[in-house]
């Protein structure tokens, strides 16, 4: 199983970017695809996550009303559309999925069952 991730990149303080994930495990009905991020020195942070049974949805309160997740099962793949980016959203942001709902993917950010190379997010002050 493959989560590919593209996106990214170096951005003013806010603008806006948009992240895509593409994988085969969005056509089923079991999982919780998202993305959390990490920057050098702090600890992981769970940005949003959408679930491919039911569409919820969740998302940190951080980047509530600035961050949007959507999905398009046709294309198996999922966006993070970022706007009025802070410089405090720079991070490596990696595409996770975990068999289950968006408050269990919310709650194991350590304990995913897939993730994908993470991409870089740089917004400048």
């Known amino acids: 199983v493959q989560l590919q991730a593209s996106g990214g990149g170096l951005v003013q303080a806010g603008g806006s970017v948009r992240l895509s994930c593409t994988s085969s495990l969005f056509t089923g009905n079991h999982y919780a695809i998202g993305w959390f991020r990490q920057a050098p020195g702090k600890e992981r942070e769970g940005v949003s996550c959408?679930?491919?049974?039911?569409?919820?949805?969740e998302y940190a309160d951080s980047v509530k009303g600035r961050f949007a997740i959507s999905s398009n099962k046709a294309e198996n793949t999922v966006y993070l559309q970022m706007n009025s980016l802070k410089p405090e959203d720079t991070a490596v942001y990696y595409c996770a999925a975990l068999s289950g709902t968006v408050a269990a993917w919310a709650a194991n950010l350590y304990g995913m069952d897939y993730w994908g190379k993470g991409t870089q997010v740089t917004v400048s002050s």
């Open positions: 959408i679930s491919s049974s039911d569409g919820s949805a």
